[in-house]
């Protein structure tokens, strides 16, 4: 079974490196390009208790038979590196805990999360077939989607955006402006007194929809130079995180 794991693999990503690049975390058909349940806009990170994991415990199932070992062991690479800047605990679930844990799958296209949170319920995250180090593979990916999971929506729409970004609308397909609009102020969001973050995993690239080649975010002040970046959770990441779940230190 392996074998076929590893074969198929091997052909989904030779059929990726055969196609013009496109971001797998920016797919037209979800919502900012990785949600698929478009979520109440909480513009960055949930305060909403009864949408974080229950005491910071995550259950997960990692699809079997999907993944070739070198893939799987990236996942949980990613898990890791939460766990280990926050209080956050990966617990594998058992069959009968399917229902309300994380699977993460590879059954469909790009890198996306079906919900923001914990909703009491099956929550999937699905990680197609690339390189490692590439596209949905990349580790800051990875981590990007974990993150939603656990309750963080993208950087770029925070309410207070327009004080460090100025977004292109021109350089924006119409049909996909919907992923900037960042009016919503009725709804549960909080920085958690971190401010905006340039640096954040959770940042939309520059040129992200762009209808042209163009930028479609633009700095306005300093400190952008990585904005987008998939590398790893930055500082504020790490501090939004320990503060939403109130680990020990930061309550």
Known sequence: MFVLTLALVFLLAREVL?????????????????????????????????????????????????????????????????????????????????????????????????????????????????????????????????????????????????????IQWDNINPQYRINFVNHDNTTDWHDFGEGYDYESVMHYVPTAFSNNGKPTIVALKDGSSNMGQRLNMSVKDIRKLNKMYKCPGYV
């Open 18 to 166: 055969n196609k013009p690049w496109k971001d797998p975390e920016l797919l037209e058909q979800y919502f900012q390009g990785d949600i698929i349940d478009r979520p109440i806009q909480y513009r960055n990170g949930i305060t909403n208790t009864i949408l974080h994991w229950p005491n910071g415990v995550v259950q997960y199932l990692i699809e079997e038979n999907e993944f070739a070992d070198s893939h799987y062991q990236e996942i949980l690479r990613a898990i890791t590196i939460i766990e280990a800047n926050s209080c956050i605990v990966f617990r594998k679930a058992t069959e009968e805990e399917r229902s309300k844990a994380l699977v993460i799958t590879s059954k469909g296209l790009g890198c996306n999360s079906v919900y923001l949170g914990f909703r009491n319920k099956t929550q999937v995250v699905n990680l197609q077939i690339y390189p490692i180090g590439e596209g949905c593979f990349r580790i800051g990916s990875i981590i990007h989607e974990l993150l939603h999971t656990l309750g963080f929506e993208h950087q770029h729409v925070s309410n207070n955006r327009d004080e460090y970004v100025s």
